[in-house]
């Protein structure tokens, strides 16, 4: 298996950046298909961003598109999200998460087996 762990999350001024790093070990960390989600209080947990295996295909929420980056660096076991422009509607914990079962990502987390324990994101107007 895989474990993960968030960092870079705070308290930021709406229109400022963070950039969230999920940092890998275990198994072979360029095996898994990565993800993004967040939970806002009183919110389902929701899908951001995932990417591929090889880092070549991603994708991204609505609501994050054109704002929000995902990247993973393999020969580092990290996966990070960029996060700029940010909102107050972006509040929430931060979550990644892996899968093995598909060298692409999904945008439903019960697809995903391992999950870090979520770092915590405060965007103030």
């Known amino acids: 298996q895989v474990q993960l762990v968030e960092s870079g999350g705070g308290l930021v001024q709406a229109g400022g950046s963070l950039r969230l790093s999920c940092a890998a070990s275990?198994?072979?960390?360029?095996?898994?298909?990565m993800g993004w989600f967040r939970q806002a209080p009183g919110k389902e947990r929701e899908f951001v961003a995932g990417?591929?295996?090889?880092?070549?295909?991603?994708g991204y929420a609505d609501s994050v598109k054109g704002r929000f980056t995902i990247s993973r660096d393999n020969a580092n076991n990290t996966v990070y999200l960029q996060m700029n422009s940010l909102k107050p509607d972006d509040t929430a914990v931060y979550y990644c998460?892996?899968?093995?079962?598909?060298?692409?990502?999904?945008?439903?987390?019960?697809?995903?087996?391992?999950w870090g324990q979520g770092t915590q994101v405060t965007v103030s107007s």
């Open positions: 275990g198994r072979t960390f360029s095996n898994y298909a």
């Open positions: 998460a892996a899968t093995s079962s598909s060298r692409f990502y999904y945008r439903t987390e019960n697809l995903y087996a391992y």
């Open positions: 990417i591929s295996w090889s880092g070549g295909t991603t």
